[in-house]
C-alpha cells in the first residue's frame, strides 16, 4: 500500500514563493507516475503537475507553467513542487497523487490510484 504524505504548504503573500514536498513509502518508488492537484472547495479537483516514473519528463498545466517545477527524487521517495510568483488564485489544497507507471499522461484525478491527504496552500494579497 503506497503512502503519500504532503508537507510545505502555508501563508504566502502574493509574489512570493513556497515548496511543497512530497514524501512517499509503501511502493517502489520508480515504479508510479506522480502527479500534484489542487482543489477549492466546490470545486473539482485541478491537475498542476505531472512526471515521469523515470523523472525524464514532465506536465505542468498551462496556468502554472512558468512558476510552477516539479521533479522527484529517488533517493529520497519525495515530489517536490517549487512554487514561484504566486498569486491568490494559486489558493488551495494541494494533492500528491500516485498510479502505477504506464505510458502517456494522465491529467484527470481518476486516473490516480494513492491519494495523500494535502497541504494548505494560501496566498494573501
Known amino acids: 500500500q503506497v503512502q503519500l504524505v504532503e508537507s510545505g504548504g502555508g501563508l504566502v503573500q502574493a509574489g512570493g514563493s513556497l515548496r511543497l514536498s512530497c514524501a512517499a513509502s509503501?511502493?517502489?518508488?520508480?515504479?508510479?507516475?506522480m502527479a500534484w492537484f489542487r482543489q477549492v472547495p466546490g470545486l473539482e479537483r485541478e491537475f498542476v503537475a505531472g512526471?515521469?516514473?523515470?523523472?525524464?519528463?514532465?506536465n505542468v498545466a498551462a496556468p502554472m507553467k512558468g512558476r510552477f517545477t516539479i521533479s522527484r527524487d529517488s533517493a529520497k521517495n519525495t515530489v517536490p513542487l517549487q512554487m514561484y510568483t504566486l498569486k491568490p488564485e494559486d489558493t488551495a489544497v494541494y494533492y500528491c497523487?500516485?498510479?502505477?507507471?504506464?505510458?502517456?499522461?494522465?491529467?484527470?484525478?481518476?486516473?490516480?490510484?494513492?491519494w495523500g491527504q494535502g497541504t494548505q496552500v494560501t496566498v494573501s494579497k
Open positions: 497523487a500516485a498510479r502505477p507507471y504506464t505510458s502517456g499522461w494522465y491529467t484527470n484525478p481518476d486516473d490516480y490510484v494513492y
Open positions: 512526471i515521469t516514473a523515470s523523472g525524464g519528463s514532465t
Open positions: 509503501g511502493g517502489t518508488f520508480t515504479n508510479f507516475v
